[in-house]
């Protein structure tokens, strides 16, 4: 068997392990032996290329050392990156992941179509596809992570002719991408596509509200999943074309998830500018609702006496990363006997499972989290439920039409015997309606920061109650 | 030469179907992790970095090649690494002993 058809089978085998590895990711206790599957295979493709070069021969001293000089820069940066970074900037750095991989993608079909290449219809078709996927890619999730990170305002940014200036870019792409194919020795064709391409990606990415970033960074993952199978189109490796489908798959079912759990369509959030606030129409409770404030002292004693609590964490405890502060409290309620579970929902934190990395950075073992479904049940059995930093996730006004979360899957914190919200203000969610729950007689509200709140709590429960 | 285009769709779109069959069956506490776990598994793009590095002769491919591999290097390394260092907090049980889940 030559060296060709020896790569070729680890290919496939590489392949296999990624399929298999993604499969264990289905449960927690297999999860991280998933990933190290499917990196291992990645480490045995990689290095079976490797020496697939090394037996051509032909590789000079020079492309050894660009080889050399990019895999230590890429790999020493993506280390540094994800050792160093917090788990509440998780969803930046993976946004940052993708973009480079779009990057790579579109550089390998740059390098393809140069103009003295002078390929056929066969290559520069994907080629083309290639180019402009992982270009948008690239810029777009650059912008996205700028969002998340606060580099780039993360309120929807529109502009006069916000609607028209994508449509210009798709057609500069649409006419860049038939040039290359129809004259695939055309430089300027290349770069009109690229330019075009890149500038879409920002434009279509900056409309979008900082809380559509997660949707936005799933959908990019799945075009950069696209994109690398469109090379190995180009490279003729299936390989690139069998993993890039599979996070194409991965990506395209993710955002349809995370779109469906916030009652929104994937084409409404492309399309941007929601959340701006404008003529939204107060529903549920008037201003003249009554609102009951309630001291950390109150809502000790009320956790400490509890039989049952259920904590309903956030975005507001992950922009506060005070998920430690809420694992030291449910495990302080725990030794006194209360039983303590976190019911979580499909989208809190910043991306969907983003607040199972927290909780589980803070100690919490998975078994007490609480999915949306199997948490409901349990509220009316609940003797407080503690929301920290939910809001439009507890909304009632959900159950009925008219309202702006109308239909969206929620929490049923209102059935539990009473309710206590850990809330800055009583400022909107990202939906920009008032919460009906908050005026609920049963409901206490201890307006304060997720973290001081937190702290002040396991002070309380320490001081006052034996 | 190069394999047959319909095989190479045909390869394409299975692909495609196995992905949406492995990956419906994840459960949302997993979201994140798999979202970053698929990120890396997109890293396999330092594959045909490598191939057109080796193939490159002047100095646009050299340039063209370097950011290509360094890029796909960061996105496979970095996204392994990051997805290790999530899950491998994720455990049935807290680590000082002695407390019980209930």
Redesign the interface.
């Known amino acids: 068997m030559d060296i060709e058809t020896t790569v070729a089978y680890l290919y496939l085998a590489a392949a296999a392990c ?2 298999i ?3 264990l ?5 297999t ?2 032996r ?3 599957l ?2 291992g295979a ?1 480490a045995v ?2 290095a079976a ?2 020496a697939l ?1 090394i037996s ?1 021969g ?3 001293t ?2 050894w050392l ?2 050399v ?7 020493a ?3 540094y ?3 160093r ?1 917090q ?1 509440t900037a ?2 930046q ?2 946004s940052l ?2 973009a ?2 779009g ?3 579109a ?2 079909a ?3 179509l ?1 103009p003295e290449v002078a390929p056929g219809a ?1 290559l520069t078709v994907p080629g083309a596809l290639d180019l402009l996927i992982g270009t948008v890619a690239f810029t777009g999730s650059l912008v996205a992570a700028g969002k998340l990170q606060g580099w780039v305002p993360g309120r929807p940014i529109t502009y006069r002719g916000a609607r028209v200036v994508p449509l210009v870019l798709a057609a500069g792409f649409v006419a860049g991408a038939l040039w290359l194919v129809l004259a695939p020795d055309r430089l300027a064709g290349l770069l009109l596509l690229i330019a075009a391409a890149a500038a879409f990606g920002v434009a279509m990415v900056l409309p979008i509200g900082g809380a559509d970033m997660p949707v936005v ?2 959908a990019l ?1 799945a075009a ?2 696209l994109a ?2 469109l ?3 180009v ?20 955002t349809k ?2 779109a469906e ?1 916030m009652n929104r369509s994937v084409l409404r959030i492309m399309l941007g500018g929601f959340g701006t606030g404008d003529g939204e129409g107060a529903a549920g409770a008037g201003p003249g609702a009554q609102v009951r404030t309630v001291s950390a002292e109150d809502v000790a004693i009320q956790l400490a006496y509890a039989d049952r609590v259920v904590i309903v964490p956030g975005y507001g405890l992950a922009a506060a990363q005070a998920q430690h502060e809420v694992a030291a409290l449910a ?1 302080l309620l ?2 006194r006997g209360v ?1 303590v579970t976190y019911a ?1 929902h ?1 989208v809190a ?1 910043r ?4 607040m ?2 927290l909780l ?2 803070a ?7 609480r ?2 479904e199997q948490a409901n049940p349990e509220f009316p059995q609940a003797d407080v439920a503690l929301v920290v930093g939910a809001n439009d996730v507890t909304n009632p006004a959900a159950r009925r039409p008219g309202t702006p979360v109308s239909g969206m899957p929620i929490l049923d914190v209102d059935r539990a015997r009473s309710v206590v919200v850990i809330k800055r203000s009583m400022g909107q969610g990202y939906a920009g309606i008032d919460n009906e729950l908050y005026t609920d007689p049963r409901t206490g509200m201890l307006f304060a920061d997720a973290k001081q709140a937190l702290t002040d709590l396991v002070a309380s429960v320490r001081a006052f109650v034996r | 030469m190069s394999t047959p285009l319909v095989i190479v769709i045909t390869v394409f779109v299975l692909s495609l179907l196995v992905g949406f069959e492995v990956i419906s069956k994840v459960p949302p506490t997993l979201h994140t992790p798999l979202m970053s776990g698929a990120n890396a598994v997109h890293g396999v793009v330092v594959i045909g970095a490598l191939l057109v590095a080796a193939v490159a002769d002047n100095l646009v491919g050299y340039l063209l090649a370097f950011a290509a591999v360094a890029f796909g290097a960061a996105n496979v390394v970095g996204g392994y690494v990051v997805t290790d260092r999530m899950l491998h907090m994720f455990r049935a049980r807290p680590r000082a002993t002695g407390r019980r889940e209930g």
């Open positions: 990624f399929v590895g993604l499969h990711m289905n449960n927690p206790a999860a991280r998933g990933n190290l499917s990196g990645m493709a990689v290329t490797v070069l051509w032909t590789v000079t020079t492309a660009v080889i000089a990019g895999a230590a820069t890429g790999s940066a993506g280390v990156a994800a050792r970074v788990m998780m969803p750095l993976v992941f993708n480079v991989g990057g790579a993608a550089l390998l740059a390098a393809h140069l066969r960074i799933s993952n950069t999943g690398v199978a090379a190995g189109f490279l003729d490796e299936l390989v690139l074309v069998i993993a890039g489908a599979l996070v194409g798959a991965s990506g395209s079912i993710l998830l995370m759990a495990a725990e030794e039983n979580v499909p934190g991306m969907p499972g983003h199972n990395v589980a950075e100690d919490v073992p998975y078994p007490q989290l999915d949306l």
